[in-house]
C-alpha cells in the first residue's frame, strides 16, 4: 500500500485532493495529513473522512524540523504531495513575512527531510519516491490583455511577496532536482474555484456576499482576467502527474477558460438568481446593483493564461469541468454548508474583512 504525505491538506485544494484521491483509490493508499491549521485550515473539510483507518491527521508546522522528520522517520513515505503555503496575494501586500517563512523555508525543510529519508548511502535515492510541488501561475507574472500564454519556458517574473515567495519555493525545488537528482515535479496552475475554498478569495467571497445582501467589491475597473479551473481537475491533474508525468519536469494546468473579475461577479449574479427557489426573499437584493467598485490591489497583475498543452500531449490530462457546471456545482455546495461557511466568517474573519475592505 502506497503512503502519501500531504502537506496542507486542510485547506481548500488539499482537502479536495484527499477526497479525490480516496475516492479514486478508496483502501488501496495510506494518506497522512500534515497541517498548522492556520486560519485557512479548517478540520471540517475533512470530517467525512477523518475516521477512515487509511487516514491520520498531524498538526504541524512545516518549518518544524523535528516535527516533519519524526514523520518520515516512523513511516514508510512513497509520495509527498506539498500544498501548504500562505496563499492569499492581499494577506502577502499587508504582510510579507509570514509568506517567506511558510512558502519558502517551509518548502526548503520539506525538500531536506524528504531528502534525508529517501537519499542512499551512493547518493541516488530510493525507486519509486516521488515529491510533488505544487505551485502557481502567478510566478510567470502578468499578460497583457491581447495576447500570449504562459508556458513552462517562460521567465518567471512575480510581482506579489506571495508569487515571489512561491517563486522561490519553486526554485528550491528545482536546486533540488539539478544538484541531487531528486526526484520531484513541479505543477503551476491557474484559479482554482470549487467546495471549501475560504471567503477571502473571489468566487466565494463573491457568493457569500451576494446570499447576504452585501456589496460586491471589484478592484480597480474589474477587467483583470485569470483562467478559472474547477477544483476536482487540478487534484485530477496532479494525481496524473506524479504517475504518469516524466520525474524531473514542470508541467502547467489551466482552465482553458479566461474571463474578466466582472464577468465573473455577474455571472454569479445570474447562477444564484437561478438557482433560488423563486418565492426565497433573497432573491430580491441579489443583482448588479450591489456591484461596487473599490481601490484595485497594488501591484494587480492583469492577466493569467496557461498553455496546458504539455499536461495534454504528455499525460492526456484535460480540464473536464466548464465554467457554467462548476459554478453551479459549487454554489450548491454553499447552499448546502450554510453552517460552514458561517463558522469561517465569524471571529477573525470579520476583522480581516473590515480592515481589507474597510467596512
Ligand atoms: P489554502 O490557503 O486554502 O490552504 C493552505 C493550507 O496550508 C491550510 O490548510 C493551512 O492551514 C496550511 N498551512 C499554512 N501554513 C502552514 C504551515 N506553516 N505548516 C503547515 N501547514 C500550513 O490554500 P489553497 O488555495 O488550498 O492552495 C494550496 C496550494 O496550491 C498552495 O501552495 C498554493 O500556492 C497553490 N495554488 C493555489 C491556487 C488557488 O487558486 N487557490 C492555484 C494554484 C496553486
Ligand atoms: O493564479 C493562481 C492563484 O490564484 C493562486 O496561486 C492563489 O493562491 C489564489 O489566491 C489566486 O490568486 P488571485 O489573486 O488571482 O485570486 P483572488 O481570488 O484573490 O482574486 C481573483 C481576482 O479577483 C483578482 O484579479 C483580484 C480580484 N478580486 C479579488 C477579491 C478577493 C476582486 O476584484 N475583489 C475581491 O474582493
Redesign the pocket.
Known amino acids: 500500500m502506497r503512503t502519501y504525505l500531504v ?9 479536495n485532493y484527499i477526497h479525490y484521491m480516496f475516492d479514486k483509490y478508496d483502501k488501496d493508499i495510506r494518506i497522512i495529513n ?9 478540520p471540517e473539510n475533512l470530517k467525512d473522512i477523518e475516521k477512515r483507518d487509511n487516514y491520520a491527521f498531524v498538526k ?5 524540523k523535528d516535527a516533519i522528520e519524526k514523520i518520515f522517520k516512523e513511516n514508510d513515505i512513497d509520495r509527498v504531495v ?7 496575494v492581499d494577506r502577502s501586500i499587508k504582510d510579507p513575512e509570514v509568506f517567506v ?3 519558502v523555508l ?1 518548502t526548503a525543510v520539506m525538500l531536506n527531510q524528504a531528502k534525508a529519508a529517501w537519499e542512499l548511502p551512493d547518493g541516488s535515492f530510493m525507486k519509486d519516491k516521488k515529491f510533488l510541488h ?5 510566478v510567470y507574472g502578468s499578460l497583457s490583455e491581447d495576447g500570449g500564454f504562459f508556458y513552462e519556458t517562460t521567465p518567471y517574473s512575480p510581482h506579489s511577496p ?1 508569487s515571489a515567495s ?1 517563486a522561490g519555493s519553486d526554485m528550491l525545488v528545482k536546486a533540488y532536482m539539478d544538484t541531487y537528482g531528486f526526484p520531484a515535479n513541479i505543477t ?6 470549487g467546495p471549501y ?2 471567503p477571502e ?1 473571489l468566487i466565494p467571497l463573491m457568493i457569500n456576499n451576494a446570499l447576504n445582501g452585501k456589496k460586491l467589491p471589484v478592484y480597480g475597473d474589474g477587467k483583470n482576467v485569470r483562467d478559472w ?1 474547477y477544483v476536482a481537475d ?1 487534484a485530477k491533474a496532479i494525481d496524473m502527474v506524479q504517475e504518469k508525468g516524466r520525474l524531473f519536469e514542470t508541467y502547467n494546468v489551466g482552465g482553458h477558460n479566461e474571463m474578466q473579475n466582472i464577468e465573473i461577479v455577474k455571472i454569479i449574479i445570474e447562477t444564484l438568481n437561478e438557482m433560488l427557489p423563486p418565492d426565497d426573499p433573497r432573491k430580491e437584493h441579489i443583482n448588479t446593483d450591489l456591484i461596487t467598485y473599490v481601490e484595485d490591489r497594488k501591484g494587480h497583475d492583469r492577466r493569467y493564461a496557461i498553455a496546458p498543452d504539455k499536461i495534454k500531449n504528455e499525460i492526456g490530462w484535460e480540464p473536464e469541468t466548464s465554467f457554467r457546471e462548476g459554478i453551479k456545482l459549487t454554489i450548491r455546495w454553499y447552499f448546502e454548508h450554510k453552517e460552514w461557511m458561517d463558522n469561517v466568517t465569524s471571529g477573525d474573519y470579520l476583522d480581516y474583512y473590515r480592515s481589507m475592505y474597510k467596512e
Open positions: 502537506t496542507g491538506g486542510a485547506g481548500f485544494i488539499g482537502s500534515v497541517d498548522a491549521l492556520t486560519y485557512a485550515g479548517n504541524a508546522d512545516i518549518c518544524d506539498h500544498f501548504a503555503a500562505e496563499s492569499h517563512r511558510t512558502n517551509g505544487v505551485s502557481t501561475d502567478e506571495y512561491k503551476n496552475c491557474s484559479n482554482n474555484y475554498q475560504f478569495k479551473l487540478h
